[in-house]
């Protein structure tokens, strides 16, 4: 029986899908104001008769809504809330797509339990399904007849459909704070709708799932059908957690990756991407899609990659992720950092990181994100650069957006690689499940990212703003809008001794020198292994030549320039050092050897 409802609801869905969707014609009006319709006066006019307007109130109300549709205001509140309107007429979309397949479900079967078939049964259906609406097609769930238990049962499957199902208890606050305190917004833009995605991910979780006061309901209800759907639920659930472990363990899929930022970086400069599909192309590369989109599945596989990463990196640091009290630890905070590391999350996660380590500039930072998100994502979709982006001052979100300086002079910096190469976006700003490639045959970029990963001593671009000064030179011009710290990440790449390697081909000899695979690669208790020390020496070498060029430069630069503000300051901190040691007089053989009495 359980089996022909089943299908019975597969075939309703695909019946509405192909039917006539009654859209709520408010839903084309989000933010309210003018609208810009396009109506004729005729359907206006069957609207102010079906508002109750008579006489001369229903000719102002036709001839004031046909002006307000036309005017220039309305097509501007179009325009500025479309992208809006469009999300919310999908999901009014999807929304009564399954509210109608539901209703004709649950008819066609109280219809079967009455004995009808046939004609009867058909007329039966349509009859009560008419009732299930009212005049303004909302769910008619009021009264007890067939036709209301079957709109509300609809209602409940439509909205847990959408996941737009209304929160309760400790949600319902949130939602309400949101509601009459608009600032929250700014740290949780959304909230039913994240809400319930993590809630259908709870009620699908084996064991974690009867914490949930719905969910047991459900389980231990005396309804055969509502058991079989919570059981149905904890078996999906059960079924995507072990294939998402066999696909995390296997390596078909990544998770968060490495705990340290720099590590990361240095992975995805490579083209690896967090919560992806690893796919193998025909040429030896590894392509990377993303399936974060695939809520609410993908909080499973995320979960289980993440849980895999917690307790690989847990053998690299020498503590054993078999002990029980490891791997709860392990999958609460794979749990965690699956569910932090959501987009509509990002606002709730920054202010957290705040909040726990109050430095300035990851302030500035939180702030910045909160005034960029002023600006449409279109803006950043069309402005062409293809560049990822450095964000490190209060301003530099707006600058990448808009592709200017906001008349400091100075543009943001581009993100750059160890070896000074600027990281190129890999994937469309526009196509959702784009893919990025990994070239397994670039040796060195592989090279740093895995010996930071093993040893926890991260190889990426320098990120010392001061260069040795006591200025900050990511603020300081050195022409054409780049700044002093950007021209020297630049240059550490592209120098070289004459008639001598640049920085990645001297890497790329290196790596590949037998003597150089054959030395060890160290462990996260010793990081400055012996294959860490080669890359370090060779690294620090071309910056401090593009250091001296660029002192050199600064020493015969014009006054005023950045170059030369960069010497002028380089050379006040090295001779305020040099006095610090003239003052220095030791009281003995210790406190000349350590600096300390």
Not at 91 to 97: G, L, P, V
Not at 466 to 489: A, P
Not at 510 to 517: E, F, I, R, S
Request: charged letters at 25%; zero cysteines; hydrophobic letters at 35%.
């Amino acid at each position: 029986k359980t089996s022909l409802k089943a299908a019975r609801y597969d075939r309703a869905f695909l019946d509405s899908m192909g039917g006539k969707i009654e859209m709520d014609g408010e839903t084309m009006n989000v933010f309210g104001g003018d609208k810009l319709h396009f109506k004729s006066k005729n359907s206006i006019r069957q609207e102010g008769i079906s508002l109750g307007f008579k006489g001369a109130e229903l000719k102002k109300y036709v001839d004031d809504e046909f002006q307000r549709g036309k005017s220039v205001r309305g097509g501007a509140n179009l325009l500025a809330t479309l992208p809006s309107r469009l999300l919310l007429t999908s999901d009014e979309f999807f929304k009564q797509t399954a509210f109608r397949g539901k209703v004709q479900a649950d008819l066609w079967m109280k219809g079967r339990e009455k004995g009808l078939k046939g004609q009867a049964l058909t007329d039966f259906i349509s009859e009560n399904f008419t009732k299930a609406t009212d005049d303004i097609g909302a769910a008619a769930i009021s009264g007890t007849d067939d036709a209301a238990e079957a709109a509300r049962a609809g209602l409940e499957f439509s909205r847990e459909a959408t996941f737009t199902t209304e929160l309760d208890g400790f949600f319902a606050k949130i939602q309400a704070l949101a509601v009459h305190y608009p600032a929250v917004r700014f740290i949780l833009p959304f909230i039913k709708t994240p809400t319930n995605l993590l809630l259908a991910t709870t009620h699908r979780m084996p064991g974690l799932n009867l914490l949930s006061k719905k969910y047991r309901k459900q389980f231990y209800s005396k309804d055969p059908n509502e058991r079989a759907a919570a059981m149905g639920k904890m078996i999906s659930g059960f079924g995507l957690a072990t294939t998402g472990y066999i696909m995390a363990t296997s390596g078909t899929i990544t998770g968060s990756g490495p705990a340290n930022p720099k590590t990361k970086a240095a992975w995805m400069a490579t083209g690896w991407r967090p919560y992806s599909v690893r796919v193998q192309l025909e040429n030896g590369d590894t392509a990377y899609v993303s399936y974060q989109r695939l809520e609410p599945f993908a909080n499973f596989l995320g979960i289980a990659a993440d849980a895999v990463e917690v307790f690989n990196e847990a053998e690299l640091e020498g503590r054993n992720p078999k002990e029980e009290s490891y791997i709860i630890s392990g999958l609460l905070t794979a749990m965690a950092e699956n569910s932090i590391n959501k987009t509509y999350m990002k606002g709730l996660s920054d202010t957290l990181t705040t909040l726990a380590s109050p430095e300035p500039h990851k302030t500035e930072r939180t702030a910045a994100s909160a005034i960029a998100s002023f600006l449409p994502n279109v803006i950043a979709q069309t402005n062409g650069d293809e560049a990822l982006r450095e964000t490190r001052g209060m301003l530099d979100q707006l600058k990448s957006r808009l592709q200017t300086d906001l008349g400091t002079g100075i543009h943001a910096s581009p993100k750059r690689n160890a070896v000074g190469e600027i990281v190129l976006r890999q994937t469309s700003k526009w196509h959702p499940f784009d893919w990025t490639v990994q070239k397994d045959d670039d040796a060195v970029l592989m090279e740093l990212a895995n010996q930071g990963y093993v040893s926890g001593r991260a190889h990426g671009a320098s990120d010392n703003r001061l260069m040795g000064t006591f200025e900050d030179f990511s603020k300081v011009e050195y022409k054409d809008g780049q700044s002093i710290l950007d021209r020297f990440l630049e240059l550490s790449g592209t120098i070289s001794p004459p008639g001598g390697p640049n920085l990645r081909e001297a890497l790329a000899r290196a790596v590949q020198m037998p003597a150089y695979k054959a030395l060890p690669t160290g462990s996260r208790d010793n990081p400055n292994s012996p294959r860490n020390k080669v890359l370090s020496r060779i690294t620090k070498a071309y910056r401090d030549m593009a250091k001296n060029t660029m002192l050199l430069e600064g020493r015969t630069a014009a006054e005023g320039t950045g170059l030369k503000k960069f010497y002028d300051e380089f050379k006040i901190k090295k001779t305020d050092q040099f006095n610090e040691m003239r003052k220095f007089t030791p009281k003995s053989l210790h406190h000349m050897l350590t600096g300390k009495q």
